[in-house]
């Protein structure tokens, strides 16, 4: 939770960081495609900053200041960054518990509780690229 929640406010602090910027400083941080990206990634805020918090680039302060530079819709853009979090939090809950237990007696681990969060990851790992897929993305 306590993690949860640094995230969530160093999210905040440099997406409001990226709206006090003067958009040629974002320019030359986000570079030419930052113009063009900015009517899509607005329309689709939640979509935009789950994306791009599930792919390894850029890095996380320089896409919030972009987010916050584009205008982003705050309720979008923290709900957005929230739900990128969600298969994180859950895989460090569930796997973190499970070695715990496997390290103190391994017939404590519950191959179930595992096996269920894989098959649940695959499945919103499936249902997020057919919605994307249906949308035209």
């Given amino acids: 939770m306590y993690a ?13 960081a990226g ?15 930052l113009d063009k990206a900015a009517k899509p990634v607005k329309k689709h805020g939640v979509l935009a900053m789950f994306a791009a918090n599930m792919l390894p680039t850029p ?4 896409q919030n ?3 916050g530079a584009m205008r982003i819709r705050l309720w979008e853009f923290l709900l957005g960054t929230l739900l990128a ?12 518990d499970q070695i715990m237990n496997a390290l103190d ?26 919605w994307l897929k249906k949308k035209g993305y």
Avoid: H
Avoid at 19 to 33: F, N, P, Y
Avoid at 119 to 130: D, E, M
């Fill in 19 to 33: 709206r006090l910027m003067k958009r040629e400083t974002v320019q030359r941080i986000a570079g030419d495609a």
């Fill in 4 to 16: 949860t929640v640094g995230i969530m406010l160093a999210a905040l602090v440099t997406y409001y």
């Fill in 105 to 130: 007696d391994a017939s404590k681990v519950n191959y179930w509780l595992i096996g269920g969060v894989v098959v649940l990851f695959a499945g919103f790992i499936f249902l997020t690229r057919w």
């Fill in 59 to 62: 890095p996380f302060a320089v």
């Fill in 85 to 96: 979090l969600i298969p994180g939090i859950l895989a460090w809950t569930v796997f973190g």
């Fill in 65 to 67: 200041i972009i987010a």
